[in-house]
């Protein structure tokens, strides 16, 4: 999915000032999927639950749309709570995975609403700084010849043997 932008928004890590002119559509996805997920989990998912349910129902035109989003959020939350703790880790990273893809496919659609949707990040982050969404990691690596290196945002297991 190409990497939208929009107009005289800043990006969700970024301030919000005249040096600031856009939003990375993709970043405030991925915040927003982590929000949910790990909102979700948490005490107060029942605060967050009816804020993503009340954003859906205004920018989803029709109550079966609106609906479908507020059944998915109860998805979610019922799929975090039947996790076992040594699978948690993992069943979060999918089912980010699954709401930042819904999170694109609705900002495309709606892109009226990507202010509104940064606004409520932005806020759930700041009254819960323990669930906030983390940024992306830079890495930076550097080798010889013949080196490999491999970046990854998740736990990453490699098969097999290297040889030399």
Same mark, same amino acid.
Do not use: C, Y
């Given at each position: 999915?190409?990497?939208?932008?929009?107009?005289?928004?800043?990006?969700?890590?970024?301030?919000?000032?005249?040096?600031?002119?856009?939003?990375?559509?993709?970043?405030?996805?991925?915040?927003?999927?982590?929000?949910?997920?790990?909102?979700?989990?948490?005490?107060?998912?029942?605060? =967050?639950?009816? &804020?993503?349910?009340?954003? $859906?129902?205004?920018?989803?035109?029709?109550?079966?749309? +609106?609906? !479908? *989003?507020?059944?998915?959020?109860?998805?979610?939350?019922?799929?975090?709570?039947?996790?076992?703790?040594?699978?948690?880790?993992?069943?979060?990273?999918? =089912?980010?995975? &699954?709401?930042?893809?819904? $999170?694109?496919?609705?900002?495309?659609?709606?892109?009226? +609403?990507? !202010? *509104?949707?940064?606004?409520?990040?932005?806020?759930?982050?700041?009254?819960?700084?323990?669930?906030?969404?983390?940024?992306?990691?830079?890495?930076?690596?550097?080798?010889?010849?013949?080196?490999?290196?491999?970046?990854?945002?998740?736990?990453?297991?490699?098969?097999?043997?290297?040889?030399?």
């Amino acid at each position: 999915m190409k990497n939208l932008r929009v107009k005289g928004l800043a990006r969700p890590d970024e301030r919000r000032d005249a040096l600031s002119p856009q939003i990375d559509v993709d970043t405030l996805a991925m915040n927003a999927a982590q929000t949910v997920v790990q909102g979700l989990a948490g005490a107060a998912a029942k605060g =967050l639950g009816e &804020r993503l349910a009340s954003f $859906f129902t205004r920018h989803r035109k029709g109550s079966e749309a +609106a609906s !479908t *989003e507020i059944q998915r959020l109860e998805e979610t939350e019922h799929e975090l709570a039947g996790t076992s703790p040594d699978k948690l880790q993992e069943r979060s990273g999918e =089912l980010e995975a &699954r709401w930042r893809r819904r $999170f694109l496919v609705f900002l495309e659609d709606h892109p009226d +609403a990507v !202010t *509104e949707l940064d606004d409520l990040v932005r806020d759930w982050a700041a009254s819960h700084p323990s669930l906030s969404p983390t940024s992306p990691a830079s890495m930076t690596a550097r080798g010889g010849d013949n080196a490999v290196v491999i970046q990854s945002g998740r736990d990453t297991n490699l098969g097999g043997s290297v040889q030399r």
